[in-house]
């Protein structure tokens, strides 16, 4: 069955609020489900909407999958304490990066955290918990990339024919497919979610690893996590929908303390969008460039070349894996 929008504009959150809270409850009935936050504006709306059907029915959980950037895991779960939401933190650093060792293809790293995730991840999970519900943040934007090929998102499975109760052993619940991020994020301020968090930018499922070209290690995620502390400092203010760091795989001559050496590119994205589906590159001042180049390379050791994208989407895409 095709999903119908349900455009920002015309968006009833008091009515959308009212009819997922019942139909996840009547969903789950006297059971439990799970919930995984990222820290990102869907998963955090979704996260409510289970808190307000299920009450403590609903257990959530930060997946540290050491792919998140510095400080997410306590910030997160410091953010929901206060809405009276208990989160609890999962070590699983070593599944994912086992999982990704030696892979570069794009859409088999993709496929790595997918299986990771579901079945490695939360089929444990599932089974300790006795949940049988997984509530996720999956929005229309995530399935039309998919179904069209642009690229694998993570939460997909049922529109590819994936049956996730035969394939993991649960049931998959999206309350959010009928919305792009835009009106997620009318809907997160409308559930009483702080403003850092509806105004959030968005963040990929696959997290940093879709910002490594190339071998995703725990010490390339490192590097890519400095630069992208950086890169978020200083474009905060910028006003755009989405800035990132990545680094590629290929080594660029530079010179380091008077020598010559092999070191590594960091590419820097800043762009301009509405829902994601199109975006163009926001024109930063040459100063502001100047600035992120200088505090990137003498900041972060072996970085000696920093780049700027100023291709739109399409033909490229807003993230590089």
């Not at 939460?155 to 959010?176: A, C, H, M, S, W």
């Given at each position: 069955?095709?999903?119908?929008?349900?455009?920002?504009?015309?968006?009833?959150?008091?009515?959308?609020?009212?009819?997922?809270?019942?139909?996840?409850?009547?969903?789950?009935?006297?059971?439990c489900?799970?919930?995984?936050?990222?820290?990102?504006?869907?998963?955090?709306?979704?996260?409510?909407?289970?808190?307000?059907?299920?009450g403590?029915?609903?257990?959530?959980?930060?997946?540290?999958?050491?792919?998140?950037?510095?400080?997410?895991?306590?910030?997160?779960?410091?953010?929901?304490?206060?809405?009276?939401?208990?989160?609890?933190?999962?070590?699983?650093?070593?599944?994912?990066?086992s999982?990704?060792?030696?892979l570069?293809?794009p859409?088999?790293?993709?496929?790595?955290?997918?299986?990771?995730?579901?079945?490695?991840?939360?089929?444990?999970?599932?089974?300790?918990?006795?949940?049988?519900?997984?509530?996720?943040?999956?929005?229309?934007?995530?399935?039309?990339?998919?179904?069209?090929?642009?690229?694998?998102?993570?939460?997909?499975?049922e529109?590819?024919?994936?049956?996730p109760?035969?394939?993991f052993?649960?049931?998959?619940?999206?309350?959010?497919?009928?919305?792009?991020?835009?009106?997620?994020?009318?809907?997160?301020?409308?559930?009483?979610?702080?403003?850092?968090?509806?105004?959030?930018?968005?963040?990929?499922?696959?997290?940093?690893?879709?910002?490594?070209?190339?071998?995703?290690?725990?010490?390339?995620?490192?590097?890519?996590?400095?630069?992208?502390?950086?890169?978020?400092?200083?474009?905060?203010?910028t006003?755009?929908?989405?800035?990132m760091?990545?680094?590629?795989?290929?080594?660029?001559?530079?010179?380091?303390?008077?020598?010559?050496?092999?070191?590594?590119?960091?590419?820097?994205?800043?762009?301009?969008?509405?829902?994601a589906?199109?975006?163009?590159?926001?024109?930063?001042?040459?100063?502001?460039?100047?600035?992120?180049?200088?505090?990137?390379?003498?900041?972060?050791?072996?970085?000696?070349?920093?780049?700027?994208?100023?291709?739109?989407?399409?033909?490229?895409?807003?993230?590089?894996?």
């Amino acid at each position: 069955m095709k999903t119908v929008e349900i455009p920002a504009a015309e968006l009833n959150t008091r009515q959308f609020i009212q009819d997922k809270v019942r139909q996840i409850a009547e969903t789950v009935g006297d059971g439990c489900a799970i919930t995984a936050l990222s820290g990102g504006v869907d998963s955090a709306a979704v996260t409510v909407l289970g808190h307000k059907a299920l009450g403590k029915r609903l257990k959530a959980y930060f997946i540290e999958n050491g792919l998140m950037r510095r400080d997410e895991a306590q910030t997160v779960a410091a953010i929901f304490r206060k809405l009276g939401i208990h989160v609890e933190v999962l070590d699983a650093k070593e599944t994912f990066f086992s999982a990704l060792a030696g892979l570069r293809d794009p859409e088999e790293k993709r496929e790595a955290i997918t299986q990771s995730f579901y079945h490695k991840v939360f089929g444990p999970l599932v089974q300790q918990s006795g949940a049988r519900f997984l509530l996720q943040g999956t929005i229309l934007t995530d399935i039309e990339e998919t179904v069209a090929g642009i690229k694998r998102q993570h939460n997909v499975l049922e529109q590819l024919g994936i049956d996730p109760r035969k394939t993991f052993g649960y049931t998959v619940i999206e309350p959010l497919i009928e919305l792009r991020k835009d009106g997620v994020r009318k809907l997160a301020k409308a559930l009483g979610l702080p403003e850092p968090v509806y105004r959030r930018m968005p963040f990929p499922g696959p997290a940093l690893a879709a910002r490594v070209v190339g071998e995703v290690t725990p010490e390339r995620v490192e590097l890519v996590r400095a630069a992208t502390a950086i890169v978020e400092k200083e474009l905060r203010g910028t006003k755009t929908f989405q800035y990132m760091a990545i680094l590629h795989e290929d080594r660029f001559p530079g010179m380091i303390q008077g020598r010559r050496e092999y070191g590594m590119q960091i590419e820097i994205r800043c762009w301009r969008s509405r829902d994601a589906r199109t975006a163009t590159p926001a024109w930063l001042a040459p100063r502001v460039l100047e600035r992120l180049a200088r505090k990137i390379t003498t900041g972060i050791p072996g970085v000696v070349s920093v780049t700027y994208n100023i291709a739109s989407k399409p033909p490229s895409t807003m993230e590089a894996v």
